[in-house]
Structure formats: structure tokens, C-alpha cells
């Protein structure tokens, strides 16, 4: 395929967005070198007035496949977290910092290769827009990738897991672990424990929304 000039993602954004036209724009996006390696663009999804965004690192091979976000493992164990946390699946907006799936060949497996800061910053407008269409009440930041990229890079999930921390982005801004971390945990005991305490910072949103 020819390769096409890059664009600032920025530059594509419409000039009265929604998102869908938000979301149709993305599909073109050649921001960063991403685009030739992941098969689609894997925007946001979720209801347009959502009151909770979730934003994580980046698609994952399903995600990649589908072209929906958090359709994955990491993506089930979301789902089962917020049905015990009593948090409507259907009334929250999944989306990551990165919008295409970054990945190394591995035998015939593809392994997930964490985004880098240029990446990150290339995709940011969708982020941003999105954040801006949506204006969620409350952020739920997945993982230490999406908590730098919107809290800072000195902000550390280990430190500061399940607190609300001040930000601009909205009123209520908290961040925890990615559950795909929570899938790799290293015996049954663990992941239980771990999906316990995910569930438990999900609550914790949910009270502090109703
Ligand atoms: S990762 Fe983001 S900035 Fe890079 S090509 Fe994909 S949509 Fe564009």
C-alpha cells in the first residue's frame, strides 16, 4: 500500500463534531506510524451523554479484530466488574489514549507493545475530543499508560490507586489498574484478590455518581 502523507490528527477533526463524524474522521487518521500496523481504527463507544468514561492504553488484538474497544478478555472482566459494582455497561464510554493496536510479531502470535510518547501525543485530539463531546462526570483512567497520559507522568497508579485526584478533565477524575494486569496476575488467589479491589474502585465511582 502507498504510503499517504501524515496528517496532525487535529487537522481532521470536523469543524461542527459529533461522534459519528468524530468517529467516521478517525477512520482516515495517519497521525503516527500506528495505522500501518493495526487493521482499524478502534474509536470510543458508549452513550453520548455518558456520565463515566473508562480510558485505557490501547486496543488489544480482539479489539483490533472487531474494531470496538474493550471487546476482549480485559474487556469481559470489565463488564463483570461493573455489573458487581451495580454500573449500567450500557451507560458508560469506553475508549484509550491510542486509537490503533500496537503489537510485535511473536511466532504467529501478535504481543501488545506499549504505545510511546510521540504515539500518545499524535492521538491525543481524539482523546481530547471525545472527552469534550461526551463530558463525562466522572474519568476512570485504566492503567498507568492512560493515568501519565491524562494526570501527568509523574502520577503513579501504584501510589494513588482508587483516590480522586483534582483535574480539569472533569469533576470526578480517579485511576486504577488496567484489567489486563489483572488477567496476568500470577496464580488464581491473586486475580481474585485483584479483580476485588478493581470491582471495589469501580464502587467507589458509582457512589460518588449517584
Ligand atoms: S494511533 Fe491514533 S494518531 Fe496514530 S494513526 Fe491511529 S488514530 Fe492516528
Sequence with gaps: ????????????????????NVQAAAKECQACDLWQRGTQT?????????????????PGDAEDLAGHPFVGPAGKLLDRALQEAGIDRAAVYVTNVVKHFKWEPRGKRRIHKK???????ACRPWLDTEIELVKPRAIVCLGATAAQALLGRQFKVTAHRGEFVASTLAPLVLATVHPSSILRA???????????RFTDDLRKVAKALA
Design 1 to 20: 500500500m502507498a504510503k499517504r502523507p501524515n496528517k496532525d490528527a487535529a487537522e481532521l477533526i470536523p469543524d461542527r463534531p459529533s461522534l459519528s
Design 42 to 58: 478502534v474509536f470510543g463507544e458508549g452513550g453520548r451523554k455518558a456520565e463515566l468514561m473508562f480510558v485505557g492504553e490501547q
Design 186 to 196: 500470577r496464580d488464581d488467589e491473586t486475580r481474585r484478590l485483584e479483580t476485588k
Design 115 to 121: 504505545p510511546n510518547a510521540g504515539e500518545i501525543a
